[in-house]
């Protein structure tokens, strides 16, 4: 049995001359020294059920998921090898063959359907408000897996509203807020870090633009990267529809930002919506690109705090974006940028590989927060939800008080609380970080 890929993407395996330049980069290899975990053995392992050596098996599906998607290998292949398009196609190929393992196709559900999640979130936050989620996470021990309690860490305080019930007028000057854009608040954003998602809406409104958050599904990502490709392609119609009237499309979402770029090549094989997807894809942005093309309100700045800056995969590699973040920051008066050692090196947050992976994505995580000790900084911003939640759970492992946040929760609480006249709960909390 051959795993049946395109022609393009298995001329790509070819061109892999076994350089070992990728165990150089690769996160994983990197902290256990296995082939295994690094592009090359991966790519090897597909080389041989292509010319039909091995057959598509759990193990080999096993080998495709020890992998962080970061993007790293590709990036610095000089044989450009389309790495990350290879694991990704290869893992569908292993879902039409084999499915999806039962809890894992409810979770991916759960994400494709709001009314599920909008219900249980209430739960949840209730839920942690006893207090059991941390009894568990720290005195569980072995009547709690693992697998758990690392999710029980990464969960961050759930707010009592999401970004779209907080949602209140902005105090602004219609004439000049004549310019309207969309905000793809991204399920998470949306959900567990609301005041994030409100400092943006906030910052955007404060440039000039009305802000409009249309009705959105899951962008699909976390569909795509299980295999599940059919649910991907079904979520991107549903959010092309939802945005296609735009003509500017911002998000404050790495891995939201990546899978709106990518839709016109997800959707490239679907006559009634390849041009459309070409479309939105065209015009997504992430917030920070976004605020530094368009002319950026100089803030006032709230007293001096040192920051540094990690970079999200999804947004460095995925995106191509790297100076934008880093330009916002440094605007801010009383903001003095430190630049930390391996800024872009995955944190090992990845989605879920820090709940199916923990022991290995804490070892990853650990590397990364002895960077950001090194810098002294008092703040260290990211512009991704699952890297906020991975540093914040590793820093208090540490028993540091670095606070994590989104660039635009900074931004924020700089304007002043007289330039953002909002709701008083509904207002960015990491205004006291300056």
């Known amino acids: 049995m051959r795993v049946e890929m395109q022609l393009s993407t298995v001329s790509g395996l070819w061109k892999c001359n076994k350089c070992g330049a990728c165990t150089a980069v690769c996160p994983l290899y990197q902290q ?5 975990m690094a592009a090359r ?3 090897a392992l597909l080389e041989a059920v292509v010319e039909g050596k091995s057959i598509p098996s759990r193990g080999l599906r096993a080998k495709l998921e020890d992998c962080l998607l970061c993007g790293a290998c590709a990036a610095n292949c000089p044989s450009l090898v389309p790495t990350t398009t290879l694991f990704l196609e290869a893992r569908a190929e292993l879902t ?5 393992a039962p809890p894992l196709r409810v ?18 936050r209730m839920v942690q408000r006893t207090g059991l989620p941390q009894l568990l996470e720290e005195r569980g021990g072995a009547f709690v897996p693992e697998s758990l309690r690392a999710a029980l860490r990464r969960t961050p305080s759930i707010p009592a509203r999401s970004y779209r019930d907080c949602r209140v007028p902005l105090s602004l000057d219609r004439t000049v807020a004549q310019r309207s854009l969309a905000y793809f608040a991204g399920c998470i954003m949306n959900r567990l870090y609301a005041d994030a998602a409100q400092a943006t809406r906030l910052v955007l409104g404060l440039s000039g633009y009305r802000v409009e ?11 795509r990267v299980a295999g599940d490709v059919e649910a991907a392609r079904r979520l991107a119609r549903a959010n092309v529809e939802a945005l296609e009237q735009y003509s500017t499309i911002v998000t404050d979402c790495a891995t939201c930002g990546a899978a709106l770029k990518e839709y016109r090549e997800l959707l490239a ?12 894809s065209s015009r997504a942005t992430d917030v920070s690109e976004f605020l530094m093309k368009s002319g950026l309100l100089r803030p006032e700045g709230q007293g001096p705090v040192r920051v540094t800056y990690h970079d999200p995969c999804h947004l460095v590699r995925g995106q191509g974006v790297r100076r934008q973040p880093r330009e916002l920051l440094k605007s801010i008066p009383g903001v003095e940028f430190v630049e930390m050692e391996g800024a872009d090196v995955c944190c090992g947050g990845a989605g879920s590989f820090c709940l199916t992976h923990h ?40 028993g540091c008080r670095i ?16 330039r953002a006249p909002v709701e008083r709960d509904c207002m960015p909390g990491p205004s006291s970080l300056l």
Request: with cysteine.
């Open 107 to 124: 979770f991916l559900y759960v994400l494709g359907t709001p009314r599920i999640m909008d219900a249980g979130i209430p739960v949840l």
């Open 96 to 100: 039409r063959l084999e499915g999806i």
């Open 359 to 398: 022991d290995l994505s804490e070892k990853v995580g650990a590397t990364k927060v002895e960077s950001i000790l090194a810098t002294g900084a008092e703040v260290v911003a990211t512009g991704c939800p699952s890297c906020i939640s991975q540093l914040q759970a590793l820093v208090k492992q540490q």
């Open 41 to 43: 053995g991966k790519l």
């Open 403 to 418: 606070k994590v946040c989104h660039p635009t929760e900074l931004l924020a609480g700089a304007y002043g609380r007289e």
């Open 32 to 36: 256990t020294v296995h082939e295994g």
């Open 213 to 223: 958050s249309p009705s959105v599904l899951c962008c699909g990502m976390p569909h």
């Open 269 to 280: 094989g679907d006559p009634a919506y390849r041009e459309r997807a070409e479309v939105v």
